[in-house]
């Protein structure tokens, strides 16, 4: 009963202090715990002060240009727990801009005009579970440090901030991180990050993800949701198919460049029909495979296309008129490779390679031809040269000699 009487008197005391009217006349206050002045087109946080109980500050919209380290003080609010400074003009986050929060849960600054934000700013802020960067397209990530301290964040944002990569001591100091949402970025490679051992969820879609590297897997092994998609991704180790498919039922690998090849069909196709598991990969090569789900291997096989290595499989080539004619082994499938396949670019290829190997060969007999004749010519221009001026001389000692007597 005591607790009772406890919350009863928690939840009468604002309500009392409202009566009073805290709340900035260019704000709307709905009640003593919220406080809306987004779209106020204030040059700073408003100066009347507002009521303590206050915990749900929003301050979006062209509201702020800054927020140094005493703009939440200056304004008396001192049990905020959510804050909205999103759409702002905001370049820097001070150290202590939200020091003595100690109730904050979530702070959005994303769509701002950071480029720094003190590493240190949110490490006194105990109950702090998310915070939005996103939409910061200056926002540069320290080299070799970590890039904020808190050990409760849960969620972080950073989306669309132009990133180019994530430094590996980046997250170290978030033990706590869940959910990382770095989708809309540039990053080409995501390897080597470090400290993130609770991490659940990672979105990385719309980025420039080339390849994919285990080591995420062993940074976060309890990662479970995986957005991968739109990232120019072509193929898949096969040593990360274990841990890939512990995500695969939230996985997205969509819109990337699946290349479809023999290596992929005797790999991770291999692997997922062995284990059940569908990817739902979108090939995008070879050509025929095109825009074809990666089931496609099922009836057709798979085919290196240009690639594929017939030397071992094929008795004679000819070419006529453009035609490549082949000539199999009795154990190599004839429908896979008809006799005889039209393939006029490639056979105007092999005959102008035989050409110009013939014309090559032709022409250095040529030119060994000229070189031996102008040493015969130049021989003999020589020794008429030298019955003419005196004796010829055998060798170098003994014209030097000569010429020294004359
Ligand atoms: C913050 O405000 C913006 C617009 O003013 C809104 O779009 C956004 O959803 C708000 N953020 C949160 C976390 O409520
Ligand atoms: C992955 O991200 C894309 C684009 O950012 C989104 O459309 C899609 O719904 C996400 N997939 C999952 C499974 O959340
Ligand atoms: C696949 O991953 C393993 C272990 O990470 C690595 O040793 C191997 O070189 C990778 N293979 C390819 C083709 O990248
Ligand atoms: C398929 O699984 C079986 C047993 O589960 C295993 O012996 C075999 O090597 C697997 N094949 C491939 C291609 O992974
Ligand atoms: C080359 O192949 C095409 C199509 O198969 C055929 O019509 C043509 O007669 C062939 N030409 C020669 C010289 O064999």
Not at 36 to 64: E, M, W, Y
Not at 176 to 202: C, F, P, R
Request: aromatic share 6%; net charge negative.
């Amino acid at each position: 009963m005591m607790l009772h009487f406890g919350e009863v008197f928690v939840h009468l005391v604002p309500i009392i202090l409202d009566a009073r009217g805290q709340c900035p006349t260019q704000c709307r206050c709905p009640s003593s715990y919220v406080a809306n002045c987004a779209s106020l087109a204030l040059s700073k946080v408003p100066t009347d002060r507002f009521g303590r109980h206050v915990q749900n500050l929003d301050i979006s919209d062209k509201v702020l240009v800054s927020l140094d380290e005493t703009s939440l003080r200056d304004i008396g609010v001192v049990s905020l727990v959510q804050v909205n400074a999103s759409r702002n003009l905001i370049n820097d986050i001070h150290e202590e801009a939200f020091l003595g929060q100690s109730k904050l849960q979530a702070v959005d600054l994303s769509s701002n005009s950071l480029t720094y934000i003190e590493p240190k700013a949110f490490m006194r802020n105990p109950s702090l579970e998310r915070l939005s960067l996103s939409n910061n397209k200056l926002l540069t990530l320290p080299e070799g440090g970590p890039f904020l301290y808190s050990k409760s964040l849960r969620v972080l944002e950073l989306s669309n901030c132009d990133l180019s990569h994530i430094p590996p001591d980046t997250f170290q100091k978030l033990p706590n991180l869940q959910e990382l949402q770095i989708s809309h970025n540039k990053i080409g490679m995501l390897y080597n990050v470090q400290g993130v051992e609770h991490l659940t969820a990672l979105d990385v879609s719309h980025n420039y993800l080339r390849g994919l590297d285990s080591d995420i897997f062993t940074a976060s092994p309890k990662l479970i949701h995986l957005n991968l998609s739109f990232n120019k991704l072509s193929a898949l180790n096969v040593t990360m198919m274990p841990q890939l498919a512990k995500a695969i039922s939230t996985a997205d690998l969509s819109g990337n460049p699946w290349v479809c090849d023999c290596v992929m069909f005797n790999t991770v196709y291999a692997w997922c029909r062995n284990k059940s598991v569908d990817l739902g990969l979108v090939c995008s090569s070879p050509p025929k495979f095109k825009d074809k789900p990666w089931t496609v291997y099922e009836n057709a096989g798979c085919d290196d296309g240009e690639n594929t290595d017939f030397a071992d499989l094929v008795e004679t080539v000819t070419i006529v008129d453009g035609n490549l004619s082949l000539r199999s082994h009795d154990n190599y499938a004839q429908q896979t490779m008809p006799d005889s396949v039209p393939i006029p670019m490639q056979g105007q290829q092999v005959t102008s390679n035989l050409n110009y190997f013939h014309i090559s060969i032709g022409l250095v007999a040529v030119l060994l031809c000229l070189l031996t004749a102008a040493g015969v010519v130049w021989y003999r221009l020589r020794s008429l040269t030298l019955r003419r001026t005196g004796p010829a001389c055998s060798d170098v000692e003994m014209c030097h000699l000569s010429s020294n007597n004359t």
